[in-house]
Structure formats: C-alpha cells, structure tokens
C-alpha cells in the first residue's frame, strides 16, 4: 500500500505492463479473420461474415460466462495468481489459435481464451485497493490508465496481425529458403503474428511473476484498522483490565504475523447492494450506447450523401479514427483527473452523459455544413465538414473517456471492498451483455432506416441519431438515481464502527 496521498507508482506501472499486453494477444487476429475463415473453405463468400461474427464473439461470450467467476476467485486467492492464471491462458489459446487448420479448432481455442482470462475485471479491483487512501484526482489518473493501455495494445496487435501474416509471402527475403522454418510458417500461414504477441504476454507474465505484489493486503490494512478501533472502544469499557501474555482471548492478530486472517468475502446476493446494481444498471446501458456509435460511426462516414452519410473514403475514416485516439489520450491524462478533483465524480458522470445527449443530435447533420461555402467561396467541400467533425469527435471522445473510467471508479467505490473482484466481475458482465446486443440493433436500424423512403429524407436520415439521444436520455436517468453519498465516500466506512480516536492517523484517510 502507499503512503497516504500518494500513488503506487510501480505497482501500477506493472500493472500496466500485464494490461497492455493481453489487447495485443485479443486484437492481433483481426486483420486476418476474414482471410483464414476463407482458408477454411467452409463456407460460400457471402456466408464467411456470419462465420467470422460468430468466431470473433466467441471470446465476448464465454468471458461473459466466466466473468464473475475469475473475480470471486480473487477474492478468495488474491489478485497476483488470479492474473497470472489468467495471462497464462491468453499465452496457451493464441498459440492453440495461430496452428488451426479448422474451424473448429479455431472457434475452440478463441472460446479458451474468453474462458481463461477474466482479468480487466480484476486490473480494476488490484486498482480501487492500491489507490485506497489517495485523493480523487490521483485514482482518476490511476484508473484512466487501464483503458489508455487497452488502446495503445489495440494498436499494436492489429499492425502484427496484418503486416506478419503469411509472412513467407510477405518477406521472401526474411523467411524463404530456411528448411523446416519456411515449411513451417507455409503450413501456419497465422502463426507467426501469434506467436509474436504471446512474446509480448509473456513478457508481461514474467514481470507479474517476479514484481507484481498482491494487492489483496489492501484488506489487511482494513482489518487491523478495525482490530484496533474495537481494542480501544474495548479498552475505554474496561479501564481496569490488564492483559498479560495469557489474555488470548483480547488478541486480535497471530503473534507470529502482522497480517490477520481474512475473513470469507460475503456472497454475491449480499455483495449486490442496491448501490452497487444502480451503477452496474447505468454501465451496462452506457456500455450499450457506446458500442452502438462504436458500430454507427464508420457506417455513416462511408456512407453517400445520398443516404445521410459523410460519402468518406477508407483513408479519410481512418484519420478521424485516430484524431479520436488522440482525444482519449488527452481526456485520460489531463483532463478527467482535474474535472473529478474539482467536481465529484457522481456531478461529473451526470453531466458528461448529458452533454452526450445533445452531441448524438448534433451529429448526423454534420452533413449539411457541404452545403456552407468554404474560404474559396465553392460548396460541396469537406472543409467545413472536417471542422464540424473534429469539434464533435472532441466532446464526444473526452465525455465518453470521463464517463467510461468514471463508471469503473464508481463501481469500486461502492462495492464492499471484501468484494471487488466479483463485483467488478458482475459489473463486466452486464456491460459484455449489452455490448453483445449494439452491433446488431444499430445495422438493423440503419438498414431499415435507409430503405424507409415513405419518410422524408431530413426525418429518416436522424433516425439512427435520434434513437441513439434516446439511449443516451435513459443513460442520464440512471446516472440521476445515483446518489453521490454512497460512491464518493471513505472506503472503510461500513466496515469500521466510527469513534473519537484522534491518535489513529488512518482514522481520517480519504478516498474516493
């Protein structure tokens, strides 16, 4: 544990080592997919799209399965084996992955390895107890590094995938005439780019295995607190006692450890507080709303004017694309911590979402602004559409960013510490469900939007926009029913009997 005020740097430092290292084995065979499903030969080219959405959701699926059930374990075994389980599992199912030469295989061994790892549920619980005792804008900068490092690993395991794929017809010079290397890497076309990054989840293993500490002593620190309140209330109701080294029954702690035995975490029906559902509710929702842009966005940029789109070109989405990694990163950086530090976190997470409200509305007539002359006088540019764009991807990537790091602070600070890890687990699942639903309702949506030509055109093309502000009103009015008392609090309060002990330093520790 740190000090009070101060953040663990080096434990989350490698903390960030682990987390950055699983995107890269989950995203690495998104460039090929489509490609080695064909290889499959298994089915007709306009049947390989449900192949491929059915094997890419196989690991959203079984991780949902087994989501709760990694967390409740470290809440039993603690946070280090449960995550060093869990990178195992990812390092085992790529590799399984990059020799399929079947379907089946493939589908099997991306399911091992939504099964094996359930560990962004436990990253968040190893976070909320490191950053007990910190002030509110430091555990929003510590919290706002997970989804950084997810990005930055998002990045990188898509450029493996694509680029070292088929790597003896890539880089003949590199990979031919080497015997049974080359016939190797001929037989797995897919092998090398998993490989690769299973290089990099074991070089996280090996960090974890070596220097991650178990961030479970978090609840030692709580029960030694209590410990001590309760012999001192003790103490105050019996002036006259005198312990000796017999009074057993007064010692609190083993003589031969500082650190108590931890009590059974509770149950899941008794971890669930109505707190706890309240923000879960409001998660999953928000979850179902951003994947839902998530999913919209790139359809109606490289969709015609005609239909509503922008009419972009592939290289012109992927700009905006990555101007909105860029605005994630300055929204987790610089500025979540101030805004939280400044205004709470419930107050902050009411009114990102309901700016988000009025940038969904705004969005889609980004459109018209072809219709305004650009600094040549001539319409029909992108000038102004690009201007227009860029101002809303601002607001919306920094609202998104503050909304999402600040539901995951939420949660952990109303669950009962003893429960993190299945609480963060169960809040995982309920956002992986309503993920699982956005991709299908919004291309339905769009579809049937496009071929509604009984509406009129400025009326059916806001359609997808319009029902899109609707979700994000309901989302608002989850975050409304939030009371801030409950979340923005110490941690220790419902486990340790308040007293006037002005001589325990601990007893006035903050976090929010």
Request: charged share 15%; hydrophobic share 45%; glycine share 8%.
């Amino acid at each position: 544990m740190s000090g009070k005020g101060e953040l663990p740097y080096r434990q989350l430092f490698i903390i960030c080592v682990c987390r950055f290292a699983e995107p890269i084995c989950f995203t690495v065979i998104f460039p090929f997919i489509v490609q080695m499903v064909r290889d499959f030969d298994i089915a007709r080219e306009e049947d390989v799209g449900f192949y491929v959405g059915f094997l890419t959701s196989s690991f959203a699926l079984c991780q949902l399965l087994t989501g709760m059930q990694w967390g409740s374990l470290s809440d039993r075994i603690g946070r280090r084996p449960t995550i060093l389980m869990g990178m195992s599992g990812a390092i085992i199912s790529i590799l399984l992955f990059g020799i399929s030469k079947s379907y089946w295989w493939a589908l099997c061994s991306r399911s091992l390895c939504g099964l094996l790892n359930g560990n962004v549920s436990i990253y968040k619980s190893a976070v909320a107890e490191l950053t007990l005792d910190v002030p509110a804008e430091k555990r929003a900068r510590a919290f706002s590094m997970l989804p950084l490092l997810y990005g930055l690993g998002c990045i990188i395991g898509p450029s493996l995938g694509g680029f070292l794929s088929h790597p003896v017809t890539a880089f003949p010079g590199l990979f031919d005439n080497h015997g049974a290397l080359t016939e190797f890497l001929i037989e797995y076309p897919y092998f090398l780019p998993c490989f690769i990054s299973a290089s990099f989840c074991t070089f996280g293993l090996c960090i974890g295995y070596f220097y991650l500490e178990e961030s479970l002593g978090g609840i030692h620190q709580q029960e030694k607190l209590r410990a001590k309140k309760q012999m001192h209330t003790h103490q105050q109701e019996q002036p006259l006692l005198t312990q000796t080294d017999d009074d057993q029954g007064y010692q609190t702690f083993d003589s031969r450890t500082s650190k108590p035995s931890l009590p059974p975490p509770p149950t899941l029906r008794e971890a669930l507080t109505p707190a706890v559902l309240a923000i879960s509710l409001s998660y999953g929702i928000y979850a179902y709303q951003v994947v839902f842009y998530d999913e919209l966005f790139p359809i109606w940029t490289a969709s015609s004017r005609k239909l509503g789109g922008l009419g972009f070109k592939t290289d012109e989405i992927g700009t905006a694309l990555a101007y909105t990694g860029v605005m994630t990163l300055v929204g987790q950086l610089f500025v979540m911590p101030k805004l939280v530090g400044r205004f709470g976190l419930v107050p902050l997470y009411r009114v990102v979402l309901t700016i988000l409200v009025f940038v969904y509305i705004i969005q889609g007539y980004v459109r018209l602004l072809y219709d305004v002359p650009d600094t040549h006088g001539e319409v029909g540019t992108k000038q102004w559409v690009w201007v227009g764009l860029f101002i809303i991807l601002t607001i919306k990537t920094i609202c998104q960013t503050i909304a999402f790091t600040g539901c995951t602070l939420l949660v952990n600070n109303c669950a009962p510490l003893r429960s993190l890890g299945a609480i963060n687990g169960f809040s995982q699942c309920c956002a992986s469900f309503m993920r699982a639903l956005g991709p299908a309702t919004c291309g339905i949506l769009w579809s049937q939007s496009v071929v509604a030509t009984w509406l009129p055109f400025g009326v059916r093309s806001q359609i997808v926009w319009m029902f899109l502000s609707v979700i994000a009103v309901v989302t608002v009015w989850t975050a409304m029913r939030l009371d801030p008392k409950k979340y923005e609090r110490d941690p220790f309060e419902d486990d340790i009997p308040a007293t006037d002990d002005s001589d325990d330093d601990h007893s006035s520790d903050t976090a929010v």
